[in-house]
């Protein structure tokens, strides 16, 4: 009989997983050092993490659009400071396969729970989550699409949601999720917004419909803004949406588009390893046609590569550590789990950052972004992992 416990799954950038105890992580003030999750290597950073209970599901959806499942114990427990597995090692992920979304889930039976698919050419699909409840080690098809498409990201949903659907030039579709018939698991999914040329979706959301949430956008060149989910109006699925930023030489393309509440912290890692942790409360909010302010700065031919939305569970601190719980309803609730590492040898380095924030009256404001709790990860290997 296994024990029941409350675990931490961590995925790295380079695919590496491994378990860890909730305990591990200790409760901590806005602001702590945290402790060592990982030792890493270059250009390998944790780029996802649930927590869960031991009996509990996870569900890893990749960019070819397979599911494969495991249960929290069969992720193998490790110490704070390992690597972690391959992550071929858990699950038997084909070639070039990654991992796109990391779902925690408790009750895979669930009539109540939906997952929602969007693709990298703008195709959604809605599938009742008891269709992934039979699913074995070898993985199934959870999504099928062409062969120059790939699966973006996975949201659970509550089947009452409002999709929401960003570009990398900047345009955003919010449609109702009631308007997405329920398909079957190997279903093809249908157009959820039709892109312009050169365009592909880079962020998939949901929010309620009455929701006070904000959409965050963050571009490549290290620029972001918050805008009230509102000022998005209710459209049909499959338009061309509308503006969400301006896109100039200066701020560059979006590489996310999500929601969020103001109550986040948000992880922003660059392409040279450099990582921020920002306030989303600090970032500037504005309306959907500005470029937003600056984040962080970047280094010549640095450019920002991913991009983590992180929450504190006020109620209990020790969440202030995790990125992902199950809730009693089956639906995933975000926290964070990053923490600082100033080990010698480790070959991505924190720093402290100056971002720059620009106020209503335009001036600029130089802060310090300390780098609280940054958590360095894994020994580079086989497959990237996406945001």
């Known amino acids: 009989l296994i ?39 270059e250009e390998d950073f944790v780029s996802q993490l649930v927590t869960l209970s031991t009996h509990d599901h996870v569900l890893f959806f990749t960019n070819k659009g397979r599911v494969y499942k495991l ?3 069969e992720v193998p427990e490790l110490s704070r400071q390992s690597k972690g597995i391959p992550v071929v090692n858990a699950i038997e992920l084909e070639n070039d396969e990654i991992i796109s979304t990391m779902i925690a889930v408790k009750d895979l039976e669930s009539e109540d729970n939906f997952l929602v698919f969007a693709t990298k050419r703008g195709v959604v699909k809605r599938s009742a989550l008891s269709n992934f409840s039979r699913i074995n080690r070898n993985g199934k098809i ?26 990398a030039h900047a345009s955003l579709i919010r449609f109702p999720e009631s308007t997405l018939r329920p398909l079957g698991r190997t279903a093809t ?51 061309k949406g509308i503006k969400t930023a301006t896109i100039t030489e200066r701020n560059g393309n979006v590489v996310c588009i999500t929601t969020v509440t103001g109550e986040e912290d948000l992880m922003i890692v660059t392409n040279a390893g450099v990582i921020i942790r920002l306030d989303v409360a ?64 480790n070959a991505i380095h924190t720093e402290v950052i100056e971002s ?16 609280d709790r940054v958590e360095e990860d894994i020994q580079q290997s086989s497959d990237d992992d996406e945001e």
């Open 71 to 73: 249960k929290g114990y």
């Open 282 to 345: 600090d970032i500037s909010q504005n309306g959907r046609a500005a470029q937003g302010v600056r984040l962080i700065r970047l280094g010549d031919d640095q450019f920002v590569s991913t991009v983590a939305k992180v929450k504190e569970d006020a109620e209990d601190e020790t969440n202030e550590d995790e990125q992902s719980t199950v809730s009693e309803d089956g639906t995933e609730q975000q926290h964070e789990a990053v923490v600082n590492d100033e080990t010698p040898g």
């Open 189 to 239: 999914g249908v157009k959820g917004i039709t892109l312009r040329e050169g365009d592909e979706v880079v962020g998939l959301d949901v929010a309620h419909a009455n929701s006070v949430d904000e959409v965050l956008v963050v571009t490549e060149n290290g620029y972001g803004k918050r805008t009230p989910v509102n000022d998005y109006r209710l459209s049909n699925r499959g338009g």
């Open 356 to 371: 720059e924030e620009t106020d209503e009256d335009g001036r600029i404001e130089v802060r310090q972004d300390f780098m």
């Open 3 to 41: 024990p029941e416990e409350q675990i931490v799954i961590t995925l790295s950038h380079n695919n590496y997983i491994k378990r860890l105890p909730v305990s591990t992580y200790r409760a901590q003030n806005r602001g702590g050092r945290g402790v060592q999750g990982m030792n890493t290597l």
């Open 142 to 167: 959870a999504i099928s699409f062409r062969e120059d498409d790939e699966l973006i990201a996975v949201r659970l949903t509550s089947g009452q949601e409002d999709i929401l659907i960003g570009t």
